[in-house]
């Protein structure tokens, strides 16, 4: 079963930046579809970024022009970068790949304070 792990959240002021960390346990990301996915108190999970088996990408518009996901295939390994970071963005962040989503990991906790 390959496990996912992420890694890299914290407490951060307003306008702050975090790069948060996905690893895999297996070679998956160079043959799926990932994603970053976002759960904050009282709202159903999010997608905020994707990365196509393709190589193309997409955004949620409350994080358009501020985070950018990128992958490392080799180290099994996905990316996020979050800049410019906002109260709003406060949440348990998640990795994934989709369409056949893999058991959720543990995800990784951001806090942007005002």
């Known amino acids: 079963q390959v496990q996912l792990v992420e890694s890299g959240g914290g407490l951060v002021q307003a306008g702050g930046s975090l790069r948060l960390s996905c690893a895999a346990s297996?070679?998956?990301?160079?043959?799926?579809?990932m994603g970053w996915f976002r759960r904050a108190p009282g709202n159903p999970r999010e997608l905020v970024a994707s990365f196509t088996s393709g190589g193309s990408t997409n955004y949620a518009d409350s994080v358009k022009g501020r985070f950018t996901i990128s992958r490392d295939n080799a180290k099994n390994t996905l990316y996020l970068q979050m800049n410019s970071l906002k109260p709003e963005d406060t949440a348990v962040y998640y990795c994934?790949?989709?369409?056949?989503?893999?058991?959720w990991g543990q995800g990784t906790q951001v806090t942007v304070s005002s």
């Open positions: 994934n790949v989709f369409p056949r989503y893999l058991p």
């Open positions: 297996g070679n998956i990301f160079s043959i799926n579809n």
